[in-house]
């Protein structure tokens, strides 16, 4: 039973095999269809059922080959399971088929089915190589071809249809031809000229299209290299080159390089350099060309002097078959070099020149060259240093040396004047010319004193012919210019201070002259007679000073000389009034004090004391004054005789006599004092007082007081009692404060104003400072100082020269300093200012 089953299914599958071979299944598909990509409903068109395709087992019998299609189990469908290249399976056949063996089981059954693969344009038309190298030579003639090989296109149809372009060209065209329908022929037509040494290469493009939509395209590169043939003669960038060489230039030095250009290559294009045939053989001994490098050198030495421009006519030839040559010129200009320094010359000097020359006047006359030429040759002058004196232009190379500002010969004797030249060069020489021009005096400079005023200090009693001062009058001016005379100048106003002046119609006016004369020459001045200090303190003169010039000039200064006190003048006691003098014992006490060097003895004073007077009674009062003045004015009373200790005693500096205790009748009726009156001068001179001091009873005192003034103090206080008389010294005691207190007042007012305001005269010299002042009070002492001041006191009846010394200790003895000197008998001390010397003390000093 099975078999004959088994048997029947052959049978079957053979009759469906049979009748399936009579009809064939035909499907397309584009080539490069994507995976998956349904190409036709297999199972359906072979007369299957839905869902019988999978279990039957359709299924694609393989061939050998990839098919690169599949049946899908669950539809049955024929789909596209990998990429289909129509130019791999097929390349250029046409049309492009697949034979596909599809098998069922239940029955067996086998189909045959044909897949066309239909072509697309997937594929550009590629030439053999993408450059092609062509050798064309600049000589081919315009029309000439050249064959360039085709484009290739894998696709099929009009995919494969080419077309061919070219890059836009001047020079090239396109020829394509159709030799057969499957040959084309591409040729490469030369439309213009070629010129290799304009465009050397030309660079192409072919394009190749297909007829595919839309169209691809392939590319060819020509690089067509253009062969040179020698058309082109060696040409100079210019036709003249223009050089400048300084005429100092070294031989063999390179000047200058030629370059000529070729535009042809190879041998067609290597130039030599030459001189031209032109050229005389003296320019070729001067210069030198480089026939390779082109390179101008000189030979020889230039000389702007004798030639002072070359042309040097140069060839450039090339090696072509036949050579062409090239031309061009060189011009060579010689610059002068700045090789000779200016020269400067003096054609006429007038020395020496006046002082007063005006401005304007010609000194010199100069001549200034160059030998070069150009800006070397223009020559700048001037003076050097800066000074009075300047250059003006004349004409060309000449100037004149003129005064420019006004000349002092006391301020420059003598100008050394250089001219200085300097040309336009690079570097820039100079030359100069020295003059020395010497300035010629004239008297423009009266003699000048060191200062105004001169102050000389001269002791009295000098000797005749004494030198007082030493004057030095400055005149700048030289020679008799310069020379000074001195004089005492009798139209000036001589001032004279003396004692006498003060009286009316006393001595009458005297000139200097009659004092002082001064000495021409040395202007020193001398005393004509010995100086009085009593007679003459101040006198101021004027003294000239006159040179020898044309018109002379002069100057004049102001000396005033001081006359110092001397002490040679004793004290002189006033008499008392209504005092007689005592006969008896006169001669026997003017005998003794002699003997005891008191000086001269006076008569014998007279003064009465009552009994029982207290002391400080004062009983009488001794009146002396000193023509001198100063210390040697300033007086002292001193009791001499009794030396014992008495009832009387005198006032140091009033001369007072007072009772030194109360008076009894134990001391007697009757004292005589002896009173010494000295000065304190160096040495001291002295005089002697002696006074009779008679003891009465009051009423007789009061009576003796009222008929002798001399003694009216004394009797006074006897009359008034203890009481009254100690109220009247209380009374003069306040009067004396009030006079100290308002002096010393006045003493700082002044000191002040001399320690603020303007000195009236300060005296220069090395020591300290000394005020030359006056009082009462203090210590008095001469001083020969260098260094003092001066003060006067207006309207006194007699100026006195006092010196206050301040209490210093005395130096100590031995050598005296060496910056001190000896004083000569008149010292000379200058003030600053012309205005006189004012001078303060007092007149005299009396006893009261």
Not at 215 to 226: A, D, K, N, P, R
Not at 483 to 509: D, I, M
Request: proline share 6%; glycine share 8%.
């Amino acid at each position: 039973m099975g078999e004959r089953w088994c048997a029947a299914v052959r049978v079957l599958v053979l009759q469906a095999a049979w009748a399936l071979a009579g009809g064939q299944v035909r499907y397309s598909v584009p080539e490069e269809a994507k995976a998956g990509t349904v190409v036709g409903r297999l199972a359906q068109d072979l007369g299957l059922e839905a869902g019988e395709a999978e279990a039957r087992r359709l299924r694609l019998v393989a061939q050998g080959r990839r098919a690169s299609v599949e049946v899908s189990g669950a539809s049955g469908a024929l789909v596209v399971s990998s990429r289909l290249d129509r130019e791999e399976l097929c390349a250029k056949s046409a049309p492009c088929a697949l034979r596909l063996e599809v098998l069922v089981e239940r029955p067996l059954r086998v189909f045959h089915v044909e897949l066309e693969v239909t072509d697309i344009n997937d594929n550009a038309p590629i030439f053999p190589a993408a450059r092609r190298n062509l050798s064309i030579a600049e000589s081919s003639l315009p029309g000439s071809r050249f064959p360039l090989e085709g484009a290739s296109d894998a696709d099929i149809g009009s995919n494969a249809q080419l077309s061919y372009t070219l890059s836009p060209s001047e020079h090239f065209s396109l020829d394509v031809k159709s030799k057969d329908e499957k040959k084309i022929s591409v040729l490469l037509v030369l439309t213009k000229s070629l010129d290799r040494e304009t465009i050397p290469v030309h660079r192409l493009v072919l394009t190749a299209s297909d007829g595919g939509r839309p169209s691809l395209t392939g590319t060819m590169e020509l690089v067509i290299s253009v062969l040179d043939a020698n058309d082109n003669a060696p040409q100079f960038n210019q036709s003249v080159y223009k050089v400048q060489l300084p005429e100092n230039i070294t031989p063999g030095t390179v000047f200058f390089q030629l370059k000529a250009t070729d535009k042809d290559e190879g041998s067609n294009g290597e130039i030599y350099y030459s001189f031209s045939e032109m050229i005389s053989s003296e320019v070729q001994d001067l210069f030198i060309v480089d026939k390779n490098t082109g390179e101008l050198r000189t030979n020889g030495e230039l000389d702007f002097e004798e030639v002072q421009s070359y042309d040097l006519e140069i060839e450039a030839r090339d090696k072509g078959t036949p050579p062409l040559s090239g031309h061009c010129s060189v011009e060579v200009e010689v610059v002068d070099v700045n090789d000779n320094a200016p020269e400067v010359r003096v054609t006429s000097l007038s020395v020496p020149v006046s002082e007063d020359a005006s401005v304007g006047t010609v000194v010199a006359l100069l001549s200034v060259s160059d030998r070069d030429s150009g800006a070397n040759g223009r020559v700048r002058c001037w003076v050097w240093p800066a000074s009075p004196f300047g250059l003006e232009a004349t004409f060309a190379g000449s100037y004149s040396l003129v005064l420019r500002e006004a000349l002092d010969r006391e301020r420059v004797s003598e100008y050394e004047v250089e001219v200085r030249a300097e040309d336009g060069g690079a570097p820039a020489l100079r030359a100069s010319r020295g003059l020395r021009v010497p300035v010629s005096d004239v008297n423009d400079n009266a003699p000048a004193f060191s200062q105004a005023v001169y102050t000389v200090l001269a002791r009295e009693n000098n000797a005749a012919g004494a030198e007082l001062a030493r004057l030095w009058a400055r005149d700048p001016d030289e020679a008799g210019n310069g020379r000074v005379s001195y004089s005492v100048w009798e139209g000036g106003a001589a001032a004279v201070s003396s004692s006498s002046s003060s009286g009316a119609g006393a001595g009458g006016w005297r000139p200097a002259s009659s004092y002082v004369s001064v000495d021409a020459e040395s202007g020193r001045v001398w005393a004509l007679q010995p100086l009085d200090y009593e007679e003459l303190q101040v006198l101021q003169f004027e003294v000239r000073a006159v040179d020898a010039g044309e018109p002379p000039l002069c100057g004049n200064a102001t000396v005033q000389l001081f006359v110092l006190d001397e002490n040679d003048n004793a004290p002189a006691l006033l008499p008392a009034a209504g005092s007689a003098p005592e006969a008896g014992g006169a001669a026997g006490e003017a005998a003794a004090a002699a003997a005891a060097g008191l000086g001269s003895v006076s008569d014998t004073l007279w003064a009465w004391a009552a009994w029982g007077a207290p002391a400080g009674q004062v009983v009488a009062k001794i009146r002396a004054v000193d023509a001198d003045s100063g210390y040697n004015a300033w007086l002292r009373y001193e009791l001499w005789e009794p030396r014992a200790k008495g009832p009387f005693r005198v006032g140091l500096y009033s001369g007072e006599v007072s009772t030194a205790r109360a008076l009894d009748e134990a001391d007697g009726p009757r004292h005589r004092l002896l009173i010494v009156v000295r000065d304190h001068g160096e040495p001291a001179r002295s005089a002697t007082a002696t006074l009779s001091v008679s003891l009465v009873e009051a009423a007789e005192a009061a009576l003796a007081a009222g008929s002798s003034s001399s003694s009216s103090r004394a009797a006074l206080g006897a009359e008034m009692g203890p009481g009254a008389a100690s109220a009247a010294t209380n009374v003069w005691l306040v009067v004396a404060i009030c006079a100290v207190s308002s002096l010393f007042l006045l003493a700082v007012v002044l000191y002040g104003a001399s320690r603020w305001a303007p000195r009236a005269a300060v005296l220069s010299g090395p020591g300290p400072t000394t005020l030359v002042c006056a009082s009462e009070v203090g210590s008095w002492s001469y001083s020969q100082r260098h260094s003092r001041s001066l003060c006067v006191a207006d309207g006194a009846a007699k100026s006195d020269l006092m010196v206050f010394s301040p209490n210093f200790p005395p130096p100590p003895p031995g050598p005296a300093p060496k910056d001190t000197q000896p004083e000569p008998s008149a010292l000379l001390d200058t003030v600053s200012g012309p205005s006189f010397v004012p001078f303060c003390g007092p007149s005299h000093l009396p006893s009261e």
